[in-house]
């Protein structure tokens, strides 16, 4: 059986428990982060190396749940995140996102009481591991980079079309290998200067593996309404359109969420 976001469905968000037990662990993400709390303030800048390497070639894929992108670069090239909380050098994955069924809803964290429109997540791997599947359930085996996104439809101001790049892959399972370079990092990470907030949790879909560095940018990025519709358009395995991808969020807990300024 595979998970689902119905909260109706015996594998929805509040039973997902049942797929995997970390899932009812305490350390869940996303939760509500609030950008004027935390207890720790440190001035210290994520380094982001081989940013603007371009990658051999980027798989565009629709899992069922979301819509992924992952990078193959050239082995001595690849580009990789350090700096910050991060204790060691973690190496770009892949990217995805998670949307709602409406322009007012879609991302994962909770910033400052708001829900934004939508929420990119940048899945890096702790070089030490290896590979992503190694790290996943490794301690201190992923740090994943958050970006919200907020409304602005006026001319221009929208970063990613996702209209051409979800067009191959709106059946749920389906692939393809795209050799040209129509999406690099840049669409999200625009600059190194970004303030973030970072706390330790889990990935946010079954394994809900509590392995996560959270970092998540205070500084929201802009999508079109009609960009956003795109991602609205890829179907899950029964065929139907997947409408909203977000988990509800999760009991903090009492855990520390740090703030960084570049
Ligand atoms: C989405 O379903 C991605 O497509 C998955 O990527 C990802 O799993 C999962 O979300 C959880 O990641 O940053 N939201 S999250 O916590 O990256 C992993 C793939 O399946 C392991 C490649
Ligand atoms: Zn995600």
């Known amino acids: 059986e595979t998970f689902s976001y119905d909260e109706s469905d015996p594998y929805g968000p509040q039973n997902w428990g049942r797929l995997s037990e970390h899932c009812d662990g305490s350390q869940q993400s996303p939760i509500s982060l609030y950008s004027n709390d935390s207890l720790e303030i440190y001035r210290r800048p994520l380094r982001i190396q081989h940013l603007d390497t371009i990658p051999n070639s980027l798989t565009f894929r629709n899992n069922g749940h979301s819509f992924t992108i992952t990078f193959n670069y050239p082995g001595s090239r690849v580009a990789a995140v350090s700096g910050g909380p991060l204790k060691n050098s ?139 519709a795109q991602l609205r358009r890829i179907k899950d395995e029964k065929g139907k359109p997947i409408l909203m991808n977000y988990r509800p969020i999760q009991r903090t807990n009492y855990r520390d969420v740090d703030k960084y300024c570049s």
Not at 120 to 148: C, D, E, R
């Open 90 to 228: 973690y190496v770009i994955s892949q990217v995805h996102w998670h949307w709602g069924m409406n322009d007012y809803d879609g991302s994962e964290h909770i910033l400052d009481f708001r829900r934004y429109s939508a929420e990119a997540h940048i899945v890096t791997y702790n070089s030490k591991y290896g590979s992503l599947t190694n790290a996943m359930n490794q301690p201190k085996g992923l740090a994943v980079l958050g970006f919200l996104y907020e409304i602005d439809n006026s001319y221009g101001a929208s970063d990613i079309p996702f209209g051409f790049l979800v067009e191959n892959v709106i059946e749920s399972g389906s692939s393809y290998v795209e050799n040209s370079h129509l999406f690099s990092l840049r669409h999200i990470i625009q600059s190194m200067e970004f303030d973030y907030l970072s706390y330790k949790g889990s990935l946010t879909t079954p394994n809900c593996f509590e392995t996560v560095t959270w970092i998540v940018s205070t500084k929201p990025l802009k999508i079109s309404s009609h960009d956003l």
